[in-house]
C-alpha cells in the first residue's frame, strides 16, 4: 500500500539496549523527520534528512542516530535505551518545503 | 527557539456550534503554519497549510487563518459535528529550507451531541 509505515506499532525493550524502529515511504518524497511525542511537550523534531545519505540534529537528537541510504527509508536507532526515551515516536514526510507533511502511525516504545 | 501556545488544552461544545482555535507563536518569521488532526492513539492528519505569505486557507468547513506580525493563527470550525472531536495540532515551520516544524501542545476538541 503507498503511504509511510512504521515498525515496529509497539516495542518494550530495556534500558541499555539497542533499539531501530523503521520508517518506509513510498512516495520518493526528498525530505523525511522523526518526531517524538511527550505529554506536556508535544511533538519535539529528533533528526531530519534533506535526501539520501543527508542527515541532520533536531531540537532533541541525543542517544539516537538515523541514517538513510535509501530515499524511502529512514530507521531511527537508539544506540542504548534510557527510561526518558519512552515516547510515542512519528516519522513524517514531504516532497518539498512548500507542502505538508505525512505522518506515519507511531510507534510506541516503552523503556523499563 | 520558537515557541508554539495553543490555549486552550481542552474544549467541550455541543453539536452544531461554530468555534475557533487559538495558536500563538514567539517568532514571525516562519516558512508557514500548519493545522493537524490527531485522534487518540493514531497519527497526525494534514488539515490545513497556510504559506507565510498568505492570509487564510479554507477547506470545507475549516478555516484557518494567520497574522504573522502579532504571531496568532486561528483554526475556525462551522458546524461541529461529533466526528470533529480530536486533538488539533498547530504547528509552525522553520525557515531552514527543510520545513522543520515546531509543535504546539494541542487543544483537545470534544463535540457533545
Known amino acids: 500500500d503507498a503511504g509511510i509505515t512504521q515498525s515496529p506499532r509497539y516495542k518494550i525493550t530495556e534500558t541499555g539496549r539497542q533499539v531501530t524502529l523503521m520508517c518506509h515511504q513510498t512516495w520518493s518524497h526528498s525530505y523525511m523527520f522523526w518526531y517524538r511525542q511527550d505529554l506536556g511537550h508535544g511533538l519535539r523534531l529528533i533528526y531530519y534528512?534533506?535526501?539520501?545519505?543527508?542527515?541532520d540534529k533536531g531540537e532533541v537528537p541525543d542517544g539516537y542516530v538515523v541514517s538513510r541510504s535509501k530515499t524511502e527509508n529512514f530507521p531511527l536507532t537508539l544506540e542504548s535505551a534510557t527510561r526518558s526515551q519512552t515516547s510515542v515516536y512519528f516519522c513524517?514526510?514531504?516532497?518539498?518545503?512548500?507542502?505538508?507533511?505525512?505522518f506515519g502511525p507511531g510507534t510506541r516504545l516503552l523503556v523499563l | 527557539k520558537q515557541e508554539v501556545t495553543q490555549i486552550p488544552a481542552a474544549l467541550s461544545v455541543p453539536e452544531g456550534e461554530n468555534l475557533v482555535l487559538n495558536c500563538s507563536f514567539t517568532d514571525s518569521a516562519i516558512y508557514n503554519l500548519q493545522w493537524f488532526r490527531q485522534d487518540p492513539g493514531k497519527g497526525l492528519t494534514s488539515l490545513l497549510l497556510i504559506q507565510s505569505s498568505q492570509r487564510e486557507q479554507t477547506s470545507g468547513r475549516l478555516n484557518a487563518s494567520l497574522d504573522k506580525s502579532s504571531g496568532r493563527s486561528t483554526l475556525y470550525i462551522a458546524a461541529s459535528q461529533p466526528g470533529d472531536s480530536a486533538t488539533y495540532l498547530c504547528?509552525?515551520?522553520?525557515?531552514?529550507?527543510?520545513?522543520?516544524?515546531?509543535f504546539g501542545t494541542g487543544t483537545r476538541l470534544t463535540v457533545i451531541p
Open positions: 513524517a514526510s514531504t516532497g518539498g518545503d512548500q507542502e505538508t507533511q505525512y
Open positions: 504547528a509552525v515551520g522553520d525557515q531552514t529550507g527543510a520545513n522543520n516544524l515546531f
Open positions: 534528512s534533506a535526501a539520501a545519505d543527508i542527515t
